[in-house]
């Protein structure tokens, strides 16, 4: 019997036990979780997961999760979807710029990761003010995932010479060749 498959995605407060409930919902609708990412951003939580099952069992998800998501208070959304497949996780490279805030750097990075068909996985920015020059300043890092035909040397030159253009410092870093003396901070 053919499988189908549902995209789920949660926002609300993170309680514990709610990851629980959701998994119990889902196996009696006689699906099966395939993939799930979570995040938590202070007390709040996201949630994204693909399930699959039956065409009657997704059915059944459909009808049963939002009572169960009105009951813990949280926002749903939900999409069926066609076949679901792995990120390639082989190919992962780390990405940083920084330099001073300005309108559209965000824009002109990403966009440069989208045209190579590149899939950005993780992403986190924060801006400050630059004690020296009272400016306000901006860092970005995110995890990219490139197609397994991108010339991974080319690629850096290119995006150091969108850097340079943007007038942003930065680095790309291979999660396979990572420097053992490397100072790695969290922020």
């Not at 889902?26 to 996201?46: P, T, W």
């Not at 082989?90 to 710029?97: K, R, S």
């Not at 020296?132 to 970005?140: E, H, I, P, R, S």
Request: aromatic share 6%; glycine share 4%.
């Amino acid at each position: 019997m053919p499988k189908h498959q549902l995209i789920v995605t949660i926002l609300g407060t993170d309680n514990s036990g709610i990851l629980s409930e959701i998994a119990t919902t889902v196996s009696e609708a006689q699906c099966n979780i395939l993939d799930s990412r979570q995040a938590i951003y202070g007390k709040e939580f996201s949630l994204t997961m693909i399930i699959e099952g039956t065409q009657s069992a997704i059915t059944k998800a459909e009808c049963i999760l939002p009572a169960l998501f009105q009951r813990l208070d949280l926002l749903s959304m939900m999409k069926r979807t066609s076949h679901h497949e792995k990120q390639n996780l082989a190919h992962l490279f780390n990405v940083e710029f920084s330099g001073e805030d300005a309108a559209g750097l965000i824009k002109a990075v990403t966009g440069f990761f989208a045209e190579r068909q590149a899939m950005l996985s993780a992403f986190r920015q924060r801006t400050y003010k630059d004690k020296a020059t009272g400016k306000d300043n901006m860092q970005c890092k995110f995890v990219v995932s490139l197609p397994p035909n991108e010339n991974v040397d080319d690629l850096e030159s290119d995006l150091m010479a969108l850097f340079t253009s943007l007038n942003v410092t930065g680095k790309v870093q291979d999660t396979q060749k990572k420097d053992p003396n490397e100072n790695v901070t969290s922020w």
